[in-house]
């Protein structure tokens, strides 16, 4: 007997992104509230994210547009100039857009230039699908693909017009999109009550941990979050130069001395993530809502490093944990001489105008800080000792009447 429950969503299938280097054009709208600069910004982070998930970008196209055309995303001649590059290179699958597509959109594009169109959301989930390793982070992201995916299945659907009579789930005259609609809302129910069940179980599991001080790293993806968990934990974290290396909340016991605390290493942050994936996650940030101190990595050789800082503040106060002692720890600082700093400035000059920088970004945000590079182990010492301090603060505020010999 076949199994009647086994539907295929549309006749389109959406597949990922294939594991062989894919070859791969951005493009973006500069739209009445942005700068050029800030999509061309954009675009360097798509072309990121575009080579994270195997990808390489051979074009980028922009258009000043005050509004993106509602079938197109782009204006007539854009698309035309879009599909002549795509004519002229063979090797093109491809075209990822920067903002999200509606499905109508999607496959009017796809028609008119016969390659694969990629939204932002959707390269971001197809990342997040490859990177996940945890029953939770699997679950989250398939939550987040049946979300992105339910409000695109009319553009999707190339057959709206067939009708089919119903057995058992699908009424009399119901369209199949229709009951895949029904399916995708089952199983966003099914996903959202099984991720019920894994938090009551990472509830307790945060229980059993007892009465420690939890310190979490947050920050804004690949600012060196999951290397600085290695050097202070001493464990074996996984960490690379690509966006979103880690999506699983690891959890380590560090001890300073003779204080231990608890440290955990999160998911990082990026502009424009989107609101579903957000929500679908909101169960994997409870580890930075529970915490007592944070440690806001921030990728200081950045040329927007501090673009970075907001969009990862403003989540933060999103998850209503801004108020909690935060110390902000720039990285890289190795690679931000080599980036800003001549070669012959000699190591005084040098000296002075880190310590200008460091003073200047301490009145601009209230939060303590500390240069450091993870990566060479330089102000490590320092490093430690500041959180050793804030962590030994937390304990005797924790326990106001108990002596602590640390």
Not at 26 to 48: A, H, M, N, P, R
Not at 252 to 264: D, I, Q, T, Y
Not at 370 to 380: C, G, P, R, W, Y
Request: aromatic share 8%.
């Amino acid at each position: 007997m076949s199994d009647n429950n086994n539907w295929n969503l549309g006749e389109k299938e959406r597949v990922g992104l294939k594991k062989k280097i894919e070859y791969t054009i951005l493009v973006g709208v500069i739209q009445k509230d942005q700068s050029e600069e800030q999509v061309i910004e954009y675009l360097d982070e798509l072309e990121f994210l575009a080579e994270t998930a195997g990808a390489k970008t051979l074009k980028r196209f922009t258009q000043k547009l005050k509004h993106p055309d509602p079938r197109t995303f782009v204006g007539k001649g854009k698309l035309e100039e879009v599909a002549a590059y795509i004519e002229k290179n063979e090797d093109i699958t491809m075209v990822i857009f920067d903002d999200d597509l509606t499905g109508k959109q999607t496959n009017i594009l796809e028609e008119e230039l016969k390659v694969k169109i990629v939204d932002r959301s959707s390269l971001i989930l197809d990342i997040f699908a490859s990177r996940a390793q945890t029953a939770q982070a699997k679950t989250q992201v398939e939550l987040a693909q049946m979300q992105y995916m339910l409000p695109r299945l009319r553009g999707l659907w190339t057959h709206l017009e067939r009708q089919r009579g119903g057995i058992g789930m699908r009424g009399p005259g119901e369209k199949e999109i229709e009951t895949d609609r029904r399916i995708i809302r089952d199983k966003i129910s099914l996903l959202k009550s099984k991720l019920e069940k894994i938090d009551q179980q990472n509830v307790t599991q945060r229980k059993n941990r007892g009465a420690m001080i939890r310190v979490s790293l947050v920050g804004y993806t690949n600012a060196g979050k999951s290397t600085l968990m290695n050097l202070i934990s001493k464990s074996d974290v996984f960490a690379e130069d690509k966006l979103f290396a880690t999506l699983d909340t690891t959890v380590r016991k560090v001890v300073f001395g003779r204080m231990p605390f608890l440290l955990s290493d999160t998911v990082g942050f990026i502009r424009k993530l989107p609101h579903h994936l957000v929500e679908s996650f909101k169960s994997t940030l409870d580890e930075v809502r529970e915490s007592d101190l944070l440690l806001h990595v921030v990728d200081i050789a950045h040329p927007h490093f501090e673009d970075h800082l907001n969009t990862v503040e403003s989540t933060l106060s999103d998850l209503g944990v801004s108020h909690k002692p935060t110390l902000l720890v720039f990285n890289k600082i190795d690679l931000y001489r080599k980036r800003y700093f001549d070669d012959y400035v000699d190591e005084e000059t040098r000296s002075t105008l880190e310590k200008e920088l460091e003073e200047k970004l301490k009145s601009r945000y209230e939060h303590e800080n500390i240069f450091i590079s993870a990566l060479n182990k330089e102000n490590i010492d320092t490093f430690r000792q500041k959180i050793t301090e804030m962590v030994k603060d937390l304990y005797e505020i924790r326990y106001p009447y108990q002596a602590k010999h640390w």
